[in-house]
């Protein structure tokens, strides 16, 4: 399976998914659930349409559909949740949807108890699915589908015959969260993280990386279940044809080798790449990293919640969260960061010369807006191999 660049049409779409999810975004982050589910069922019924025959627009509704079912678990609303689940396994498409549908739509019966309608069940609270985690609502929902629901959920997956993924990844431009995100699925899973950088494993010496990378999963396998992130893959799994020499190549197949059957010993290899492009072919095969996810820059919700983050515990005043969020669309989160740091310097060296403190204010986090630019540009290298 190649990597290959988007096609024009489709990247057009993953704009319109951009923008629907950004205002979805925003109604979330308002405290406007209800008007938040009513924009999200207009969405699925008029901008994606049920029997589109675009597969393009048919994956983006499975999408939103997901993201439904998210939002009002975390709502602490299952019984709509289910109902909305059994309507998508009478119209999945596939066997691998009503696969995926049906396990989905079997664990929330189980939470809700209807399985055993002759005992007295408990009160089912709201879940806190990906604490932490603001925002990303279609990145979370797949993620749920794909990942977390046949890990945590063995029996119904063997079932359904839906089998685990040995390895996924993440990728987009710098600074979008993608180590984050890898953290976050092996604290949702409840399973260990170790991670390597390309300079973990590299070496001066013959096979030495080779080495290291089978010694990175005897040790992996150890420690099972355990998330394996390999931060900027493809300075370790590039591309063959282009190796500059032949022990590159070997340390190219050590990789391979060691990727296949992961699955069966509870590991979880998360690669994450800037450059999708420049990995091997064989790297993002099925059965390898099989399922690729493209992180893009943070939603409203996810600013609202790094501003608020980053400006806690400093002396700030009168800055409108939102407003701030708003106005950093296309903003990384690596971004959001310095822009609050940068704002903080600004405010501490104006105190300095008033000679009395001077809060960060709207006009520091403008002035730093106006010196840093948003790095994060929607274009066709992002969104190749985003499977919804």
Request: charged fraction near 25%.
């Amino acid at each position: 399976m190649s990597v290959a660049p988007i096609q024009a049409g489709r990247s057009a779409d993953l704009r319109l998914s951009a923008r629907l999810y950004e205002r979805l975004s925003r109604l979330v982050a308002g405290g406007k659930r209800a008007a938040a589910l009513a924009y999200l069922e207009k969405a699925i019924g008029e901008v994606l349409p049920l029997f589109a025959a675009d597969p393009v627009i048919f994956g983006a509704r499975r999408t939103a559909w997901l993201v439904r079912t998210q939002l009002l678990l975390e709502w602490g609303r299952p019984a709509e949740a289910l109902a909305w689940t059994c309507l998508e396994c009478q119209l999945a498409p596939s066997p691998d949807a009503a696969g995926e549908a049906s396990a989905l739509r079997d664990r929330l019966l189980r939470q809700l108890r209807l399985e055993f309608p002759t005992e007295p069940g408990p009160t089912v609270a709201a879940e806190s699915q990906w604490p932490g985690m603001a925002g990303m609502f279609d990145l979370r929902a797949v993620l749920e589908r794909d990942l977390i629901t046949p890990l945590r959920y063995p029996e119904d997956a063997r079932r359904y015959r839906v089998l685990p993924p040995n390895g996924i990844l993440l990728y987009g431009r710098p600074g979008c969260g993608k180590t984050f995100i890898a953290r976050k699925i092996a604290e949702r899973l409840g399973w260990s993280f170790t991670e390597f950088k390309p300079g973990d494993l590299g070496s001066i010496y013959i096979h030495g990386a080779q080495e290291k990378i089978a010694k990175a999963f005897e040790e992996a396998e150890q420690q099972a279940p355990v998330v394996l992130f390999f931060d900027e893959i493809d300075a370790l799994g590039a591309r063959r044809d282009a190796a500059s020499h032949d022990g590159y190549a070997e340390e190219v197949n050590t990789l391979l080798a060691q990727l296949d059957g992961c699955a069966a010993k509870g590991i979880l290899v998360v690669g994450a790449t800037n450059f999708p492009g420049k990995l091997d072919p064989a790297l993002v095969r099925a059965g390898r990293l099989e399922q690729r996810y493209f992180v893009g820059p943070p939603d409203f919700a996810a600013r609202f919640a790094l501003f608020r983050h980053h400006l806690a515990g400093r002396p700030a005043g009168g800055i409108d969260l939102g407003r701030m969020a708003a106005r950093s669309e296309g903003y990384t989160a690596a971004d959001i960061t310095y822009l609050c740091e940068q704002a903080a310097r600004l405010a501490l060296s104006e105190s300095k010369r008033a000679g009395r403190e001077v809060l960060i204010a709207p006009a520091h986090i403008d002035a730093a807006m106006r010196a840093h630019p948003p790095t994060a540009v929607l274009d066709s290298h992002t969104a190749i191999g985003f499977r919804p």
